[in-house]
């Protein structure tokens, strides 16, 4: 409820205007949501001229160009800019096939002049399809399935099948929604392949990084060989533009708009993170000055996250954090052929001490506990001395049990609570 409270109250700035301008609120497609179908691209937007009215254009990709019909009654607006008589007839919409538009990440320039002003506002959206057709002439949910993803606020729909009008062809596909307030529905919000793998790849405008299609392929070839089987559904987005990262970040993962600052600085340090059908890597900062061996580890790091979340039926990622770290980095040390790290006193050990791995289980507690999510689960892990197969078979046993306890227990034969002991006995010998 707090998101999508702070997703009404974007819409309208906080502050009037001292001198004549144009002010606004976009609407759709709505911030942290992908666009998908034949939906309403809208806002509102006036000038405080009196009299004047707005003319408004979308361009997309510098390709696609979208005119908004403006002048449409606007009594929310009105109501919160009394002092403009031009608020009432301030919205501006029109529709677009987004299935027209190649999926991925876009560049749209929101463009709005009227009362002698001029004003352009750029924003990035990624856009999904339904079976990756233009347009899907026909929906089959015979045998479909559905359930709430509690985790990420959707509705998921599995097994259905989609045809596409131009091909004839039926694709099986796991269609996801949320709810968006400015559009007042459900609205697409991820769609999955099911089948062949269904891997893509999004970069910075006009970019191939071959570099990175190399590491992902070598990454899933030791995984497939090591670890019993590799991701099949998921999503590389790779940039060297810091801001295009973190918008496509920020869509990919609702968030928030008054996020971004904090979202931001955060990755500028950052180099990689894995989700739900994703992996985020920021090609800037600390990337650069990592050695290609580095940057190898990086990549199946967390593609390894990838494969954890696809085993446990994505709901395997929430915890223990110790664990989900120590094997994805037991994952990169064993494909680069590295001693393993956790040999006695390393240089990280003062600072963990008096962490445990109970203190890692969740989020939050990994988050206060940095770096030993990392370091002290890979300790963890190598203490484990198991192969790799067997480690990441834990987050099947997750998926069907749906308590990650009990699927420690089914997967490893004891208890969470005496590995805990155990452990913390062989640390103490260190």
């Known amino acids: 409820m707090k998101r999508l409270l702070l997703a009404i109250l974007v819409s309208f700035p906080f502050s009037t205007a001292a001198q004549a301008e144009i002010l606004h609120g976009f609407e759709n497609p709505a911030s942290g949501f992908p666009a998908a179908g034949i939906s309403i691209i809208s806002l509102w937007a006036f000038s405080t001229t009196p009299g004047a009215t707005v003319s408004v254009e979308v361009e997309i990709d510098g390709k696609y160009i979208v005119n908004l019909s403006c002048g449409g009654e ?107 307030v400015s559009s007042q529905g459900l609205q697409l919000s991820s769609m999955a392949t099911v089948g062949d793998k269904n891997i893509k790849f999004v970069f910075d405008s006009g970019q191939d990084y071959q570099e990175i299609r190399d590491y992902v392929a070598e990454s899933l070839d030791f995984l497939k060989r090591e670890a019993g089987g590799s991701p099949t559904d998921f999503t590389v987005f790779a940039f060297k533009d810091l801001d295009l990262l973190v918008d496509a970040y920020m869509s990919r993962l609702n968030i928030s708009l008054e996020k971004r600052e904090e979202i931001r600085n955060r990755w500028q340090n950052g180099v990689g993170e894995a989700g739900y059908e994703h992996t985020f890597l920021y090609l800037g900062g600390l990337w650069i000055q990592k050695t290609s061996l580095d940057r190898l580890g990086v990549v199946i790091h967390e593609l390894a996250h990838v494969l954890q979340s696809e085993l446990s039926g994505h709901i395997g990622l929430s915890s223990p954090i110790w664990l989900i770290e120590g094997v994805a980095q037991a994952t990169a040390d064993g494909m680069l052929g590295r001693k393993l790290k956790g040999s006695p006193r390393p240089p990280w050990w003062d600072q963990c001490n008096g962490i445990t791995l109970q203190n890692m289980e969740t989020r939050a507690g990994a988050i206060s506990a940095e770096p030993c999510p990392l370091d002290l689960g890979l300790l963890a892990v190598n203490f484990m001395e198991l192969p790799l197969d067997k480690l990441m078979g834990f987050w099947g046993k997750v998926g069907e049990t749906g308590d990650w306890k009990k699927g420690f227990y089914a997967q490893f034969g004891i208890s969470v609570e005496q590995f805990y002991a155990d452990f913390e006995n062989y640390r103490a010998t260190l």
């Not at 919409?93 to 009362?115: A, C, D, F, Q, Y």
């Not at 924003?123 to 929906?139: M, N």
């Open 74 to 180: 606007r009594i929310d607006v009105k109501n919160f800019y009394p002092q403009y008589p031009n608020a009432a007839k301030s919205g501006c919409s029109t529709s677009v096939n987004w299935g027209n538009i190649p999926p991925g990440v876009h560049s749209l320039s929101w463009r709005m002049t009227g009362g002698g002003e001029s004003k352009v506002v750029p924003q990035s959206v990624v856009s999904v399809r339904f079976g990756d057709a233009r347009f899907a002439d026909d929906f089959d949910i015979s045998q479909a399935t559905s359930f709430i993803d509690k985790t990420m606020e959707e509705i998921v729909l599995t097994n259905v099948k989609v045809r596409n009008s131009e091909t004839g062809e039926w694709s099986t596909v796991e269609l996801r929604f949320q709810f968006v």
